[in-house]
């Protein structure tokens, strides 16, 4: 079966992992991508993830820097639906390539531009780094850790994340473009690469913002690692009181939740005089017993668990092979080589890995489809999206936020939810942030009348999506084949946490649990304890790619007039950012270690602290630059006691970092960061979290925006997931309150008001 972007042409002028990761989705998805790299070109050898990353290509060769080059990829791109890039700004204007003049000659091209950063500001200029990219956001410094100091994650997160947003964003924009047969310029920058995975912790109610917490075990006892007699490491993924409940009779430490100061209130747990005893006696008790006995007591009560396991471990797996994200393929130089699959599952148009990237000449590519026709029914709305209705049956993260992105690109998002509300409101901010631009319909779904009254719903959706775990939609009647034959067309997505088949498919799925299972954890923690991550990695991955799942079908059912079922999990996620660490191979390099509070790979990339307490990130990664630090730094020593290539691989703690370590320590950070940048150095400031929310780079290149709510006051949070020139996105509301729309959006249905008048008698819908 064709994939969902059969016949769409792409154009993949970029260099780095998130223009490459976006394009490959894509290409997995059936986009006939083109890549166009320089003659000679080995910039992307060195990283093993690229082999999975280019894979479902052509790839051409072309001298940009010649006429006869760039006259070439001109007319390339001339073929194609899109065209993407990732260049700092200022380069394409240079050579023409700008949206705008691009645009111009071809105007039913979707320009997609991925900047490492940003549109404009000093920063803006820097070299693709993951570790840059974390400092400037603050994600650096949200992660938990022991010492308050920033912290480098050994896989790039952040770019992980601008790579899936920007595939959701090219997905959206060539739905667009197949209904108005128009293109437009497309932005996806590193900061709405971070904006998608941080949605719940770049935020702000007034003068309260997330904290960090003085450990890397997690911040709240409910929801933290906890070590076993045996030495072994596991998460406990308590998150509702129900679950916490079952573990403390397992544990025997009911007493607990009558503690002074809980009483009997689980929200009081998260009061941060109550999380450090309730974490201490959680430690001792988990102390008495090995792992394995821990994990059979557990399960048998239903309590959400993961122990801490290896990548490999988690790869080779079941639950892997059973979603089908482990996959071989002979290279013709290499051997044999282990990558990851498609993380996204569609029934009608599924995409598949079909082959490594195939070199092609110019003149020997296929020709590509026709273009729209100009002037189709469709005039420009609020976003891409906008026309397309989404019932959002989703909760907590991985599921509810996906609709959040939809509703960024344009689409009117109703979120239903029980009359008492989604679970995840209470934790405040984080609900907040994840559930923006929707309203909000409370509706008792298991009674009759709630169920019939969802069906008139369907009738008049494009989108339905849930998160519930494996069997409850079908025991509710609102699995796929049932929605289908209400509606044909209607497109149905479902989130769970290890997917429909395997070992682990019926057990609940939280983010951390999937990060200790997966390998993440202990990936992070090197020869230390396990870390685990603040950002929600797998739950916001698992929303982004389940968002291009939605998109795809949409896509998909412009040409056969058909909807489709939608399937990923957290599990598949958790391969997918790692691709670039699982693709496996003989004789690959090694991935960089991590450790307690990790400030880095190595001593030219690394955090380090300035005279006036503030810190700054390095990400020295070229000989050059080693000579260039040792001046900028006026130590020309350094540079005749080692090469420039040994400089590259001193370990994040030896003679050489210690040194440097000194050198800035002497000298304030935004003359050091003068110093550095002045002599081409690549270096960027670690912000702290409040520093986020007045930062004139960020705030120069939009990354948050004010709003109220009723509940909390003035909000400041992110602005958006990407920028279209023709059809601006954009949140439409703040999140709503339960039950608060819900009459309103049944009007809008066609429900008439003497039936939502005893619907709403019967208790079947709430309004707020």
Known sequence: MAGAFEGVRIIDLTRGLAGSMACMNLADHGADVVRVRPPGDASQDAHPGFITWNRNKTVVELDLRTPPGLQAARGLIATAAAAVFDTNPGELERLGLDSTTLCAANPALLHAWLPPYGREGRWSQLPANDALLSAITGVAFLQFSYEDRPTQLVTPQATYGQAMIATAAIGAGLYERMQSGRGQGLVVSGLHGVSAVESGGAIRAGETFRLGTNSSRGGIPNYRLYQCADGAWFFLGTLTPQFFIKALEVTDLMDIITMPGIDGDFTNLLRPENMAPVAARLDARFAEKPREEWMRLLGEAGVPKGPVGTREEWFAGETVAANN??????????????????????????????????????????????????????????????????????????????????????????????????????????????????????????????????????????????????????????????????????????????????????????????????????????????????????????????????????????????????????????????????????????????????????????????????????????????????????????????????????????RLAEDIAAALGAIPRDEALDRLLAHGVPAAPALRLEQVFTDPFLAANGFLEDYDHPLFGPITGVRGYGEWSRTPGGFPCRAPLVGEHSAEILREYGIPDGRIEALIAAGVVKQG
């Open 325 to 654: 994200m482990r996959i071989e393929m002979s290279h013709p130089t290499l051997g044999t080589v282990t990558m990851p699959g498609v993380s996204v599952k569609l029934s009608d148009t599924p995409g598949s890995v079909r082959h490594f990237a195939l070199p092609a000449r110019l003149e020997e590519l296929p020709q590509a489809g026709a273009a729209p026709a100009p002037g189709a029914n469709r005039a420009a709305g609020r976003g891409p999206l906008a026309g397309v209705r989404v019932l959002d049956l989703g909760a907590f993260i991985a599921g509810t936020f996906a609709p959040t992105i939809l509703s960024n690109f344009g689409a009117d998002v109703v979120k239903i939810e029980s009359p008492e509300g989604d679970a995840f409101r209470t934790y405040g901010l984080i609900f907040i942030g994840n559930n923006r631009g929707k309203r909000s319909l409370a509706l008792d779904l298991k009674s009759p009348e709630g169920r019939e009254l969802f069906y008139d719903l369907v009738r008049e959706s494009d989108v339905v999506l849930d998160n519930y775990r494996l069997g409850v939609r079908e025991r509710l009647g609102i699995d796929y084949a049932t929605l289908a034959r209400i509606n044909p067309r209607i497109i149905s997505c479902s989130v769970t946490g290890y997917g429909p088949e395997g070992p682990l498919a019926p057990d609940p799925g939280f983010d951390p649990l999937v990060q200790a299972r997966s390998g993440m954890m202990a990936a992070q923690g090197g020869d230390d304890e396990p870390v685990f991550h603040q950002l929600p990695v797998n739950d916001t991955a698992t929303a982004i790619m389940a968002a291009f799942g939605m998109i795809a079908a949409l896509h998909a059912r412009e040409r056969t007039g058909r909807g489709q079922n939608v399937e990923t999990c957290l599990a598949n996620q958790s391969i997918l950012c790692q691709s670039g660490e699982l693709t496996r191979y003989e004789g690959r390099p090694a991935n960089p270690p991590g450790g307690r509070d990790c400030l880095g790979v190595g001593a030219l990339q690394r955090f380090y602290e300035c005279a006036d307490g503030e810190w700054l990130g390095m990400a020295a990664s070229a000989p050059a630059h080693f000579q260039q630090l040792a001046t900028a730094l006026a130590h020309p020593e350094w540079a005749g006691r080692m090469t420039a290539e040994q400089a590259l691989t001193e370990p994040v703690t030896g």
